[in-house]
């Protein structure tokens, strides 16, 4: 069966390899303006699937540029009219259409605070793309499924260089010419993600875990699972797990783990035994075969060079997954219940 969603999940190489010829050059520019700024820290704003780019995000400019990274509050700009001072604030917008009103809200106050603004979209004639100083182009073409997956993965990708570039001694867009030809064999994970929702495909509930750079990647794989097949998936930090949500974890319980790069490797074996001990039912997205136990659901995943460029490639066998556990639930995953593919909030 056809799904204009499925068409779009694996239309992500090509999509990475048309944005980063488009766009590196312009966001080595970008970059080169902001190091004329004396910038203490990262105001990140986006809603849903931005959301979970701006989480990665959180991680990348603290790693790479050792900046202070803070999420925005937009109802403090909207609602309350109680913006606080953004002196010395870098300012950045995540929205795949630049409609919403929430996330143009702050920008324009950052704007009206003479802070540099930069927003990163899939419409540059948008109003958010209207309200930033510099404006990202995601080159994604028109992303038809109201679950959006290609621009999720462009969203990393503009803000890993935007990173990248702003690192004291910038670091080469080549570092990135692996990526489309890893999310190719990230597809290649898709008879595995199959089985793995029709095996869980009955589950109502289940939890997602991972760690550091691939916190965001939980997130945004739980956000698709509730959007596209309507279970309740919870999303935790692996160590937040142990400090209480574990003690809801009983035989039978659907786990998903992502266990990729190599910072986390052996404190997510240990969790992954401990909840194999209390019966749960794990599925693993692991980019190291040795690491794969016979008892869990194995979703491979292609190991990333640096772990820190991982998320890129790691959320693709997610979404494969979420899809197909619509269609082992029998939902169409091209029309959720309820949302909408531009979501307006204030």
């Known amino acids: 069966m056809s799904?204009?969603?499925?068409?779009?999940?694996?239309?992500?190489?090509?999509?990475?390899?048309?944005?980063?010829?488009?766009?590196?050059?312009?966001?080595?520019?970008?970059?080169?303006?902001?190091?004329?700024?004396?910038?203490?820290?990262?105001?990140?704003?986006g809603r849903g699937t931005s959301g979970n780019a701006a989480r990665y995000g959180q991680y990348l400019f603290a790693a790479l540029d050792g900046l202070?990274?803070?999420?925005?509050?937009?109802?403090?700009?909207?609602?309350?009219?109680?913006?606080?001072?953004?002196?010395?604030?870098l300012v950045i917008g995540i929205s795949q259409s630049g409609q919403s009103p929430d996330i143009v809200g702050v920008l324009e106050e950052a704007r009206r605070q003479n802070a540099p603004t930069i927003a990163i979209t899939n419409d540059p004639k948008s109003p958010l793309a209207a309200a930033a100083q510099h404006?990202?182009?995601?080159?994604?073409?028109?992303?038809?499924?109201?679950?959006?997956?290609?621009?999720?993965?462009?969203?990393?990708?503009?803000?890993?260089?935007?990173?990248?570039?702003?690192?004291?001694?910038?670091?080469?867009?080549?570092?990135?010419?692996?990526i489309p030809d890893l999310l190719r064999q990230a597809l290649g994970a898709e008879p595995a993600a199959r089985a793995a929702a029709e095996r869980l495909s009955a589950a109502d509930r289940c939890a997602l875990l991972g760690r550091?750079?691939?916190?965001?990647?939980?997130?945004?794989?739980?956000?698709?699972?509730?959007?596209?097949?309507?279970v309740a998936?919870?999303?935790?930090?692996?160590?937040?797990?142990?400090?209480?949500?574990?003690a809801m974890i009983e035989a039978g319980?659907?786990?998903?783990?992502?266990?990729?790069g190599g910072t986390f490797k052996s404190e997510l074996a240990e969790l992954r035994r401990a909840l194999r001990e209390r019966g749960a039912t794990l599925v693993v997205f692991g980019d190291?075969?040795?690491?794969?136990?016979?008892?869990?659901?194995?979703?491979?995943?292609?190991?990333?060079?640096?772990?820190?460029?991982?998320?890129?490639?790691?959320?693709?066998?997610?979404?494969?997954?979420?899809?197909?556990?619509?269609?082992?639930?029998?939902?169409d995953p091209d029309r959720p219940r309820v949302?909408?593919?531009v979501t307006l909030t204030r």
């Open 3 to 45: 799904s204009v969603l499925h068409d779009e999940i694996w239309e992500q190489p090509e999509v990475i390899r048309r944005f980063l010829a488009q766009e590196a050059g312009h966001i080595a520019e970008i970059g080169r303006q902001l190091a004329r700024r004396r910038l203490c820290y990262v105001l990140m704003v």
């Open 68 to 89: 202070v990274v803070a999420p925005s509050t937009p109802s403090l700009f909207t609602m309350y009219r109680t913006p606080p001072c953004l002196d010395h604030a």
């Open 135 to 178: 404006v990202v182009d995601l080159h994604a073409g028109a992303e038809r499924s109201v679950a959006a997956t290609k621009t999720y993965t462009a969203q990393l990708a503009a803000l890993a260089l935007l990173a990248m570039n702003m690192a004291a001694e910038p670091l080469p867009s080549s570092l990135l010419e692996a």
């Open 212 to 230: 550091g750079f691939n916190y965001a990647t939980v997130y945004e794989i739980a956000l698709k699972a509730k959007e596209l097949a309507y």
């Open 233 to 246: 998936a919870e999303a935790h930090s692996s160590a937040t797990f142990r400090h209480g949500p574990i």
């Open 253 to 260: 319980f659907p786990v998903a783990v992502v266990d990729v």
């Open 288 to 331: 190291h075969e040795a690491t794969r136990h016979a008892q869990d659901l194995w979703v491979p995943v292609p190991a990333v060079s640096p772990e820190w460029l991982s998320p890129l490639v790691a959320v693709v066998p997610g979404q494969l997954w979420a899809y197909y556990l619509a269609r082992a639930r029998g939902i």
């Open 339 to 341: 949302i909408s593919k």
